[in-house]
């Protein structure tokens, strides 16, 4: 009696173990951008205050049911360098993909990254499958939107960074580059990822809110400046304005 019940016990222990080790979204899939953070990945479950915003809850009631668990398997196979052709318009941050429809709602209160325009940057993109490739990321042009439908007249022609199999530093790719220069307010970065090791391209929208360039006299300024509050007060800006991630409407 007492070893049947171990058996029993046993069996039943065994039958938990795809429940335990199950993972839904992240450990089969790929990355996304994190830094400026994308729509995918702010409205995804590692998204913290961000993803409680309206526009994160309107984004997952149009996708599919759990779709942005999977925030980071936003993925098209087979483009092959035809981005603009296969990905129509209106529907870019979803990269044409019907689950992930909630990305591409048009709206000003997505969540967004503060940049200083024409500033030095490391962008983030977040990796839980590595695979080699080249990113691409293009800026939206002046007089952009919001509160339309993406397209892809709504970019500039080419990109402000290219950067083919950058290093994998805990977890994510770095990027170091240069952020555009002559930008204000709300706008949006586009990254494409084409794999070299997949068939696979995939696609980040980052809302991000500019500010203004630092005049060369005030750069001189805060250089020549030996006063201890006008360098904290600095300092401080710098990480808001690289980090600074905002749900409000600009």
């Known amino acids: 009696m007492i070893r049947k019940a171990a058996l029993v016990g046993a069996a039943f222990c065994l039958a938990q173990v795809p429940l335990l080790y199950r993972v839904d979204g992240p450990a089969a899939a790929h990355g996304a951008l994190v830094s400026p953070v994308s729509r995918a990945a702010a409205c995804g479950p590692e ?3 961000a993803a ?8 997952v009631a149009k996708s599919a049911p759990g779709a ?6 936003l993925r098209v196979p087979g483009v092959a360098g035809r981005d603009r052709e296969v990905i129509p318009d209106g529907k870019l941050c979803s990269g044409g993909l019907a689950r992930f429809a909630g990305l591409d709602l048009p709206r000003r209160d997505w969540p967004a990254t503060t940049l200083r325009s024409g500033a030095a940057y490391t962008f983030r993109y ?3 499958i590595p695979h080699t490739g080249t990113f691409r990321m293009y800026v939206t042009k002046d007089g952009y939107d919001p509160a339309r439908p993406l397209t892809w007249s709504a970019l500039e022609k080419k990109p ?4 083919t199999d950058p290093k ?3 977890g994510s790719y770095t990027m170091k580059g240069r952020l555009p220069s002559g930008k204000t307010g709300r706008h949006l970065i586009y990254t494409i990822w084409r794999n070299s090791s997949t068939p696979d391209t995939y696609y980040s929208c980052s809302d991000v809110v500019f500010t203004a360039e630092r005049s060369a006299a005030a ?3 805060v250089g020549n400046s ?5 360098s904290s007060s600095s300092s401080r800006s710098r990480v808001s304005a690289s980090a600074g991630v905002s749900t409000s409407s600009c």
Do not use: I
């Open 47 to 49: 998204g913290g205050k």
């Open 52 to 59: 409680t915003s309206k526009a994160c809850a309107a984004a």
């Open 68 to 73: 942005l668990r999977s925030w980071d398997e």
């Open 126 to 128: 977040r990796a839980t």
């Open 160 to 163: 402000f960074l290219q950067v």
């Open 168 to 170: 994998l530093t805990a």
């Open 219 to 221: 750069v001189a300024l």
């Open 226 to 230: 030996s006063m201890p509050s006008t």
